[in-house]
T-cell receptor, first 110, second 115 residues
Framework: DAKTTQPPSMDCAEGRAANLPCNHS???????VYWYRQIHSQGPQYIIH???NNETNEMASLIITEDRKSSTLILPHATLRDTAVYYC???????????FGAGTTVTVRA | ETGVTQTPRHLVMGMTNKKSLKCEQH?????MYWYKQSAKKPLELMFV???????ENNSVPSRFSPECPNSSHLFLHLHTLQPEDSALYLC??????????????FGEGSRLTVL
């Protein structure tokens, strides 16, 4: 799987959009970009995934650059409950090895 | 409630004990996973079962023994563990249909302490 690079931490203000960057410059054509988050002492939670096109669901939006070398997860209106570690993962469908890195620790401040 | 239930939530055991962690999923999924999360380390994939067959063993020591009697249940049997095995053990499941998907549903984890 392609290695992803995320900033170790970031702060954002409650009620504002949180933009979480991820670099995956070696991503291959059959690798999807998946995002998960892990709130303290809980299991990880799936957020969203995409291949080429931008995606949106009730939790977040995923913007993937045209060359697919980077992506941004957008939490449109961050709340205190969005404080968590966010993981960006490049994953080959048909491969069971979903590998987590260190992620970005996001702290939402009032 | 995530649909994946792990028991016990907390376990303390000595190095000579034998214990088991249990995972049950109520989502009708076909694949189940064990992950280990040690303090300040990323999650590590341990085992994968697809349709009750083990498809992945990520070089896990034999003191960890998985068992998958059916698609809804997954066990991790623990025997003669070491203090460095203390960690959060997470179970997950996915709807597979024979091909891997990256959308996993995780349980809350079992916090293991080895004395």
């Amino acid at each position: 799987d392609a290695k992803t690079t995320q900033p170790p931490s970031m702060d954002c203000a409650e009620g504002r959009a949180a933009n979480l960057p991820c670099n995956h410059s070696t991503i291959s054509g059959n690798e999807y970009v998946y995002w998960y988050r892990q709130i303290h002492s809980q299991g990880p939670q799936y957020i969203i995934h995409g291949l080429k096109n931008n995606e949106t669901n009730e939790m977040a939006s995923l913007i993937i650059t045209e060359d697919r070398k980077s992506s941004t997860l957008i939490l449109p209106h961050a709340t205190l409950r969005d404080t968590a570690v966010y993981y960006c993962i490049a994953f080959i469908v048909n491969d069971y090895k979903l590998s987590f890195g260190a992620g970005t620790t996001v702290t939402v401040r009032a | 409630e995530t649909g994946v239930t792990q028991t016990p939530r907390h376990l303390v055991m000595g190095m000579t004990n034998k214990k088991s962690l249990k995972c049950e999923q109520h989502l009708g999924h076909n694949a189940m996973y064990w992950y280990k999360q040690s303090a300040k380390k990323p999650l590590e994939l341990m085992f994968v079962y697809n349709f009750k067959e083990q498809t992945e063993n990520n070089s896990v020591p034999s003191r960890f023994s998985p068992e998958c009697p059916n698609s809804s249940h997954l066990f991790l049997h623990l025997h003669t563990l070491q203090p460095e095995d203390s960690a959060l053990y997470l179970c997950a499941s996915s709807q597979d249909g024979g091909s891997g998907t990256g959308e996993l549903f995780f349980g809350e984890g079992s916090r293991l302490t080895v004395l």
